[in-house]
């Protein structure tokens, strides 16, 4: 295989004061502790070789889901009593993976009962719900997202929002409060290349 190169891709704050951060290129997840010197390394999560750990979802109970650009799987990891981050399940988001797809944005409904993970290259948008207490993710639906590379998305309220990065435009879907599946096209807004949503609150 190639070598490796490790790639900082996000980070994530966690409810008990430490920093999760993900690695593209070494297929981990790293979990920190700040301090008066800057951050400190705990301890890190192997996630299956190859994967490619892009963004991440903390849910309020303290479980943390990670999507996967190359094999387009979400991840869901949980602590342990002795205080460490372990890997307790997953599902994959894209039927395609690993050939055709590679996941982007993982974000999660306002009641955080769903989540929704971004493919390029199928151009869709997977729903998954999140079961329990968070600590497992049923796939529910693959929805087209009428834009060309879904860079990024966000949820507002009831509304999706999603960047086709190559077709330059922002579309917005309206949520179904019971399903959670993303209806037809709202409305689309000519953006220049987007990539990247913010909410201003």
């Given amino acids: 295989p190639a070598p490796r190169t490790s790639r900082a891709h996000a980070a994530a704050f966690l409810p008990d004061g430490r920093i999760a951060t993900t690695d593209l290129g070494f297929d981990l997840v790293r979990i920190w502790r700040p301090g008066p010197a800057g951050l400190r390394l705990d301890h890190e999560i192997v996630l299956p070789r190859g994967c490619g750990p892009r963004h991440m979802v903390v849910h309020p109970s303290g479980h943390l889901h990670v999507v996967t650009e190359y094999s387009c799987e979400v991840f869901t990891l949980g602590p342990t009593p002795e205080g460490r981050w372990a890997l307790i399940g997953g599902a994959q988001a894209s039927p395609?993976?690993?050939?055709?797809?590679?996941?982007a944005e993982l974000a999660a409904s306002h009641d955080h009962q769903f989540l929704y993970a971004g493919l390029r290259g199928s151009d869709t948008v997977a729903v998954l719900k999140v079961?329990?207490?968070?600590?497992?993710?049923?796939?529910?639906?693959?929805?087209?997202?009428?834009?060309?590379?879904?860079?990024?998305?966000?949820?507002v309220r009831d509304t999706l929002l999603v960047t086709g990065q190559l077709s330059d435009e922002v579309a917005t879907y309206a949520l179904d409060g019971r399903t959670g599946i993303p209806g037809r096209v709202?409305?689309?807004?000519?953006?220049?290349?987007?990539?990247?949503?913010?909410?201003?609150r």
């Fill in 131 to 155: 079961r329990g207490d968070g600590s497992s993710l049923q796939p529910t639906a693959l929805v087209e997202t009428g834009v060309r590379w879904p860079r990024h998305h966000v949820v």
């Fill in 96 to 103: 395609a993976a690993p050939l055709d797809d590679a996941a």
């Fill in 186 to 200: 709202r409305s689309r807004i000519t953006v220049p290349s987007p990539s990247c949503l913010l909410p201003a």
